[in-house]
T-cell receptor, first 114, second 114 residues
Framework: AQSVSQHNHHVILSEAASLELGCNYSYGGTVNLFWYVQYPGQHLQLLLKYFSGDPLVKGIKGFEAEFIKSKFSFNLRKPSVQWSDTAEYFCAVNARGGSYIPTFGRGTSLIVHP | DGGITQSPKYLFRKEGQNVTLSCEQNLNHDAMYWYRQDPGQGLRLIYYSQIVNDFQKGDIAEGYSVSREKKESFPLTVTSAQKNPTAFYLC?????????????FGQGTRLTVV
């Protein structure tokens, strides 16, 4: 079975600081990888995704993530955070060639102070 | 506008009662999912369905039931057998084409047992 680990449960940053959120998955086969964001009071929405090709993927609002196959990792980064990035972030994986059921990590709560 | 509609947004239940959460999508997606979100535990899969009239248990199906009589609809019933039903419930859908795409989420239903 696939599983997802997010190492940082709570992150507090000041505006303009750099962000990196860790995500590791366990699955022996080929996977699709996602980061979702849940802003306060809003529904979960896709931030970015990786299916194949360039392992560095760019998403909305200046976010990017790098897929490192050898480390089973898909870390999320942003060079300079803003107060509006305050949200909960979820890493997710679904197994390509399998049932495609999304499995989520526990989430990281990010608070950005102005 | 295409999307997923969950209702109601807030629901209060007395102990011993069954309640049904509604989820409708107009995205023509084959797959639909129910997740439960608790603080610090991420999204845990309750049930999923990939075709009409068929559904499968997820990781925490005990005390829940679903039906999929129409492609657009995937209601979740929280039964009195669910020991700790107070939570935030999220419905999602996705296409199964193109090696599995991202999930789209509804706004969620917050269930409170009183």
């Amino acid at each position: 079975a696939q599983s997802v680990s997010q190492h940082n449960h709570h992150v507090i940053l000041s505006e303009a600081a750099s962000l990196e959120l860790g995500c590791n998955y366990s699955y022996g086969g080929t996977v699709n990888l996602f980061w979702y964001v849940q802003y306060p009071g809003q529904h979960l929405q896709l931030l970015l995704k990786y299916f194949s090709g360039d392992p560095l993927v760019k998403g909305i609002k200046g976010f990017e993530a790098e897929f490192i196959k050898s480390k089973f990792s898909f870390n999320l980064r942003k060079p300079s955070v803003q107060w509006s990035d305050t949200a909960e972030y979820f890493c997710a994986v679904n197994a390509r060639g399998g049932s495609y059921i999304p499995t989520f990590g526990r989430g990281t709560s990010l608070i950005v102070h102005p | 506008d295409g999307g997923i509609t969950q209702s109601p947004k807030y629901l209060f239940r007395k102990e011993g009662q069954n309640v049904t959460l509604s989820c409708e999508q107009n995205l023509n997606h084959d797959a639909m999912y129910w997740y439960r979100q608790d603080p610090g535990q991420g999204l845990r899969l309750i049930y999923y369905s990939q075709i009409v009239n068929d559904f499968q248990k997820g990781d925490i199906a005990e005390g829940y039931s679903v039906s999929r009589e129409k492609k657009e609809s995937f209601p979740l019933t929280v039964t009195s057998a669910q020991k700790n039903p107070t939570a935030f419930y999220l419905c999602a859908s996705s296409t199964l084409e193109n090696r599995g795409q991202e999930a789209f989420f509804g706004q969620g239903t917050r269930l409170t047992v009183v």
